[in-house]
């Protein structure tokens, strides 16, 4: 089974409408999706409305949540980010994922499309169409 870590501003993306587009990889099949504590509390504190931290509970119960920090999981050295997407990117790779779905272009936008610790950063939108066209041909 397929391992997806989501980012923060996935999962704020996908409770914040209704209608998110995103929402369709809580439908994907043979998936586990992924998310940490501290990756999932950054995305409720940034939503600003009750209904829309009330959705982000209802897809945290179909994810699954790995608690900690991951201090101990080393990145590569090449790997430059900031101090608060470390957890981040340390998560996905604790949590053997085999991609990190994120919208963060200006942080992780130099690794998108590789793998970092054995991850492949991709953007939410390429990796449903990858999916659409795997489907279909």
Same mark, same amino acid.
């Given at each position: +089974? *397929?391992?997806?870590?989501?980012?923060?501003?996935?999962?704020?993306?996908?409770?914040?409408?209704?209608?998110?587009?995103?929402?369709?990889?809580? *439908?994907?099949?043979?998936?586990?999706?992924?998310?940490?504590?501290?990756?999932?509390?950054?995305?409720?504190?940034?939503?600003?409305?009750?209904?829309?931290?009330?959705?982000?509970?209802?897809?945290?119960?179909?994810?699954?949540?790995?608690?900690?920090?991951?201090?101990? $999981?080393?990145?590569?050295?090449?790997?430059?980010?900031?101090?608060?997407?470390?957890?981040?990117?340390?998560?996905?790779?604790?949590?053997?994922?085999?991609?990190?779905?994120?919208?963060?272009?200006?942080?992780?936008?130099?690794?998108?499309?590789?793998?970092?610790?054995? $991850?492949?950063?991709?953007?939410?939108? +390429?990796?449903?169409?990858? $999916?659409?066209?795997?489907?279909?041909?």
């Amino acid at each position: +089974m *397929k391992r997806i870590f989501l980012d923060a501003n996935v999962l704020f993306s996908a409770a914040y409408r209704a209608d998110s587009g995103l929402l369709r990889l809580w *439908k994907l099949r043979g998936v586990t999706l992924v998310t940490s504590d501290y990756t999932f509390e950054e995305a409720r504190r940034n939503l600003p409305i009750e209904d829309q931290r009330a959705a982000l509970e209802s897809l945290g119960h179909r994810l699954e949540v790995v608690s900690g920090t991951f201090d101990g $999981v080393p990145l590569p050295r090449s790997v430059r980010l900031p101090e608060d997407d470390k957890p981040i990117l340390r998560a996905a790779i604790a949590s053997r994922c085999t991609v990190l779905l994120t919208g963060n272009l200006r942080d992780f936008g130099p690794y998108l499309d590789a793998a970092v610790g054995g $991850v492949s950063i991709q953007r939410p939108a +390429m990796y449903l169409a990858s $999916v659409r066209r795997t489907r279909r041909g």
